[in-house]
């Protein structure tokens, strides 16, 4: 058996939480079959995304000629940043998940 043990204010989402009370209850097998093809959908575009990187890592470092205006570069430069935060942020909400879901 396990239990999930997720704090909402370690999530900064307690403000959405307020009044759901905090007796535990045992998820419905619907249910978890529900948020388990949630996280499948989450991995599958996460591998559409790595096949992107590539993709472009491949591009980039290929002795192909490749010109940009300074904006679009600079355009190239923030989104790559964006997505690197978004992937750290992710990442540090699954580890935070992975020590929340504890095994009784």
């Given amino acids: 058996m396990y239990e999930i043990i997720a704090n909402p204010e370690d999530y900064q989402i307690d403000h959405l939480i307020n009044g759901t009370g905090n007796a535990n209850i045992e998820i419905s097998k619907e249910e978890r079959d529900t ?47 964006m997505i690197n935060d978004a992937l750290t942020t992710a990442i540090e909400i699954s580890d935070k998940l992975e020590l929340d879901i504890i095994k009784k």
Avoid at 52 to 74: D, F, Q, V
């Fill in 35 to 81: 948020w388990a093809g949630e996280i499948v959908n989450f991995s599958e575009r996460l591998t559409e995304f790595a096949k992107r990187s590539k993709a472009l890592a491949t591009l980039l470092s290929s002795p192909e000629t490749i010109s940009a205006t300074p904006a679009s570069l600079k355009t190239l430069k923030i989104q790559l940043f």
